[in-house]
């Protein structure tokens, strides 16, 4: 290999390594941009749309984290509830830290609350057929939503005591092209090197 090529083909392998390495640091948040239910207070829960900051990449092509998006309170002491539809509807914004690229997905269902004389009784989460979106691009990285529907964590309503209930969703990516090519790349590189001094070896 002569010496210019060599420096072009080093030239791109750092740069492909440097810019491997900072996406691997890359972090994302996400945060409630619109709520449209519920839109005012409810009686006998209280809704918190969480925030997710500074949360680090999923590896591509591997299970990501689980993260609460969503914690819905039942009030201690509420009692005689029988049948009570609460909808929520809530879009969520994806923010990339690094590149400041956005994107938007949704999550939407409805929740069943049922309590006797005690404050004993249930919490049950029925998400909208569909919602969350199964995935979303955030510039070249696609996310995927899984499981579908979200965990839910229900809550212990025992003798008044009442219970917080916690929505999760899972996160994870695939490769984007770009990161697919710098890798070939990179092997591609390792190899040719590998080759070259194979030949030059002495016998």
């Known amino acids: 290999m002569s010496l210019k090529r060599f420096a072009q083909v080093f030239a791109i392998a750092t740069a492909a390594t440097l810019w491997l390495g900072g996406r691997a640091h890359a972090t994302y948040t996400i945060t409630p941009l619109t709520i449209n239910s519920p839109s005012q207070p409810t009686s006998d829960l209280t809704f918190v749309f969480n925030t997710l900051l500074n949360a680090p990449m999923p590896t591509?092509?591997?299970?990501?984290?689980?993260?609460?998006?969503?914690?819905v309170t039942v009030t201690p002491g509420a009692s005689?509830?029988?049948?009570r539809v609460?909808?929520?509807?809530?879009?969520?914004?994806?923010?990339?830290n690094t590149t400041l690229?956005?994107?938007?997905?949704?999550?939407?269902?409805?929740?069943?609350?049922?309590?006797?004389t005690s404050g004993s009784g249930s919490l049950t989460n029925t998400p909208t057929p569909g919602f969350p979106s199964p995935s979303f691009l955030l510039g070249t990285t696609e996310f995927h939503i899984s499981p579908i529907p979200p965990n839910f964590s229900s809550p212990t309503l025992l003798n008044g005591s009442g219970g917080t209930a916690l929505f999760q969703l899972n996160l994870n990516t695939?490769?984007?092209?770009?990161?697919?090519?710098?890798?070939?790349?990179?092997?591609?590189?390792?190899?040719?090197?590998?080759?070259?001094?194979m030949a030059v070896k002495p016998a």
Do not use: C
Not at 60 to 71: E, H, R, V
Not at 86 to 96: E, F, G, H, L
């Open 174 to 197: 695939i490769p984007e092209p770009s990161s697919i090519l710098v890798m070939s790349l990179g092997l591609g590189l390792g190899g040719l090197m590998l080759r070259r001094r």
């Open 60 to 71: 591509p092509g591997l299970d990501g984290q689980s993260y609460n998006y969503l914690s």
């Open 80 to 83: 005689n509830v029988t049948n």
């Open 86 to 96: 609460v909808p929520y509807d809530i879009v969520y914004q994806a923010t990339d």
């Open 101 to 116: 690229d956005t994107a938007t997905f949704q999550v939407k269902g409805s929740l069943l609350l049922n309590l006797d």
